[in-house]
């Protein structure tokens, strides 16, 4: 028999959950695990790399890399590596500070005059990479070898993405007013309602290579994650929104456990109903929820009937009550899902 291919979208953390929980359920299911990743990224080490040297934002490229990063003792302190960030040098004493005046990226964050602070090891490697390379797809595939991934990461589009959002009551003192928020920071951390979210450009070209994986996956995956900065935008590729259409695979989506401040105000079948919005020929087989974050099912399970989707329920979040999957529950929740496709 061969391997089940699964294709999971995302960005950042609820990415990274969702690859690590596949990881945990990939020898029992025998899995060929691929992730496509946003690329809009423009706050942080990301940002600034991006400000000062162009190329791909690498935070979420590194996150996924290393949620897929092997066992091998060598492999994880490679990973442990990538992870690692430079702190602040403290000023001498009586002296003056590193910092000097000059630009800023998306989210504030000073370009310091002490260029290592605040960077993850694994951003630098991968911009190093990027540059010595020329191909974004060649230096993730490089990068995966040095951690002994098992899978692929590959980005959503090989050319960095802007991500602009139509939001009302952005300015608090104004409630009714809609704006245009730019940015992927300024739109995650805006507080009040997106109304619309573009990209910029408005058509990017789709990696070939996740275009490629989409068409011979047997399982798609969104979510987890940041509705509007890291699952959304997938949808509003035009390449990738035609391919995930076309696609034979099986689709699920797993939801967030609470809201986030990009999204607040939402209901969790709010959520599937963005969905749907944005892409209004996706079809979604299953779509997975914790029950104590859904709450009561009726309302999800008529928005994933909308979709033509089961709503299945399982304890998928940490038990210290914070809204974090955890990837042990979210893959034993994973396998009977995917393993009945078989």
């Not at 099986?250 to 105000?265: C, D, P, Q, S």
């Not at 709450?295 to 033509?308: C, F, Y």
């Amino acid at each position: 028999m061969t391997a089940t291919r699964v294709v999971a979208f995302g960005g950042g953390h609820g990415l990274s959950a969702s690859l690590r929980a596949l990881r945990r359920c990939a020898p029992e299911l025998d899995l060929d695990i691929t992730a496509v990743v946003t690329v809009g990224d423009d706050g942080g080490s990301s940002g600034r790399l991006r400000a000062e040297r162009g190329g791909l934002p690498p935070g979420d490229l590194r996150q996924a890399l290393v949620a897929l990063a092997g066992d091998h003792p060598s492999t994880r302190r490679s990973a442990g590596l990538f992870q690692h960030r430079f702190a602040e040098v403290p000023a001498p004493a009586g002296g003056a500070g590193t910092g000097v005046a000059g630009p800023r990226t998306a989210d504030g964050t000073a370009l310091r005059g002490d260029g290592l602070a605040g960077h993850a090891v694994g951003n630098l490697v991968l911009c190093g990479l990027m540059e010595l390379l020329g191909d974004p797809v060649a230096a993730l595939e490089h990068a995966g070898a040095m951690l002994g991934a098992v899978g692929r990461v590959l980005p959503m589009s090989c050319e960095p993405v802007g991500i602009e959002a139509r939001v009302r009551g952005a300015d608090p003192a104004r409630p009714d007013d809609v704006t245009t928020v730019t940015g992927q920071h300024q739109v995650a951390v805006t507080t009040g309602r997106v109304e619309s979210l573009r990209l910029s450009p408005d058509a990017p070209a789709a990696c070939r290579h996740a275009l490629a994986a989409i068409g011979t996956a047997d399982w798609l995956l969104f979510g987890p994650g940041s509705w509007y900065t890291s699952v959304l935008p997938h949808l509003l590729v035009p390449e990738l929104a035609a391919a995930i259409v076309a696609s034979p695979a099986r689709r699920l989506v797993t939801l967030n456990l609470a809201a986030e401040k990009e999204t607040f105000g939402l209901s969790v079948a709010d959520h599937l109903a963005e969905l749907r919005w944005y892409l209004p020929e996706l079809k979604v087989d299953y779509v997975l929820g914790d029950s104590k974050a859904v709450g009561d099912p009726e309302p999800v399970e008529r928005a994933a009937e909308s979709l033509g989707a089961r709503l299945v329920l399982a304890p998928v979040a940490v038990t210290d009550g914070t809204p974090r999957h955890d990837p042990a529950a979210l893959g034993a929740a994973l396998v009977p899902v995917l393993g009945a496709a078989r």
